[in-house]
Antibody, heavy 119, light 106 residues
Framework: EVQLVESGGGLVQPGGSLRLSCAVS????????MSWVRQAPGKGLEWVAN????????YYVDSVKGRFTISRDNAKNSLDLQMNSLRAEDTALYYC????????????WGQGTLVTVSS | SYELTQPPSLSVSPGQTASITCSGD??????ACWYQQKSGQSPVLVIY???KRPSGIPERFSGSNSGNTATLIISGAQAMDEADYYC?????????FGGGTKLTVL
């Protein structure tokens, strides 16, 4: 069974930092691109960042460039998102998701971890 | 950045066909995907590569993509299909989503 379990969310002050993690199991991690997708309360889905299988390619939505860094550890089957200089508008439920080169879609999703940026 | 536009809401009666559109510049030249998100749950992929259904997705879900518009079609919509639906496409290794369409079946 495919499982993606996010952790690391919480309450942080504006300008602060937080590191999210996603532990995966049930599939061959090294064959998938991985992404972070967020959803602000009551709003739609927003793709945040993705990383290729060996970590050599990374892409970000413009609003987080220079503040967020995506990374992966293939030995530990884990995905991370380091978030710095957090803003109120970063408040959201953050999902990790897989996408394969065969489907070109987000095949599997975690349950999400909530990040709240507030003073 | 690439933008995808969806109608905010759509309402159909049970058994009717629901057609949800997604518009983007030359979207027909890209692969479109669709996700269903029920209240309080994570999104679920229902259509990928314009027309393909993942295993376990009912046959009443289908898709098309041509020109500037991709369409998710739910033939014979059921109460259990009431959800938010999001389109998504790939643009230069980024993955924008549409704003979402709230489907009401009543």
């Amino acid at each position: 069974e495919v499982q993606l379990v996010e952790s690391g969310g919480g309450l942080v002050q504006p300008g602060g930092s937080l590191r999210l993690s996603c532990a995966v199991s049930g599939f061959t991690f090294t064959t998938y691109w991985m992404s972070w997708v967020r959803q602000a309360p009551g709003k739609g889905l927003e793709w945040v960042a993705n990383i290729n299988q060996d970590g050599s390619e990374k892409y970000y939505v413009d609003s987080v460039k220079g503040r967020f860094t995506i990374s992966r550890d293939n030995a530990k089957n884990s995905l991370d998102l380091q978030m710095n200089s957090l803003r109120a508008e970063d408040t959201a439920l953050y999902y990790c998701a897989t996408h394969s080169s065969s489907s070109l879609a987000f095949d599997y999703w975690g349950q999400g971890t909530l990040v709240t940026v507030s003073s | 950045s690439y933008e995808l536009t969806q109608p905010p809401s759509l309402s159909v009666s049970p058994g009717q066909t629901a057609s949800i559109t997604c518009s983007g510049d030359k979207l027909g030249n890209k692969y479109a995907c669709w996700y269903q998100q029920k209240s309080g749950q994570s999104p679920v992929l229902v259509i990928y590569q314009d027309t393909k259904r993942p295993s376990g997705i009912p046959e009443r879900f289908s898709g098309s993509n041509s020109g500037n518009t991709a369409t998710l079609i739910i033939s014979g919509a059921q109460a259990m299909d009431e959800a938010d639906y999001y389109c998504q496409a790939w643009d230069s290794s980024t993955a924008p989503f549409g704003g979402g369409t709230k489907l009401t079946v009543l």
